[in-house]
Nanobody, 122 residues
């Protein structure tokens, strides 16, 4: 049984950083693509970043390049999302998902975590 568990969310002030983790069981994240998505209240879920399994290529939403960094620790079977210079507009529930290849479409992923809340507020 495949399980993805996100952690690391919380309440931070603007300008601060957080690192989200996506720990997997039942699937090797170095063999699949792992994406991060987020969903703010009243908005659609949107793609944030993705790391491919085969070659570790990384992809980012254009608006987030330079502030967010995705990485993977194969030994821990965990993917991370380092988020710097956080803004109130980054407030959302963040989800990780696993699929065959990186895609901006939600339908491209077969497995999803339960999400972790990130709130950026002064």
């Amino acid at each position: 049984q495949v399980q993805l568990v996100e952690s690391g969310g919380g309440l931070v002030q603007p300008g601060e950083s957080l690192r989200l983790s996506c720990a997997a069981s039942g699937i090797g994240l170095d063999y699949v693509a792992t994406g991060w998505f987020r969903q703010a209240p009243g908005r659609e879920r949107e793609g944030v970043s993705c790391i491919s399994g085969s070659n570790g290529n990384t992809y980012y939403a254009d608006s987030l390049k330079g502030r967010f960094t995705i990485s993977r620790d194969n030994a821990k079977n965990t993917v991370y999302l380092q988020m710097n210079s956080l803004r109130p507009g980054d407030t959302a529930v963040y989800y990780c998902a696993a699929g065959d290849q990186c895609s901006p479409a939600l339908s491209g992923y077969d497995y999803w975590g339960q999400g972790t809340q990130v709130t950026v507020s002064s």
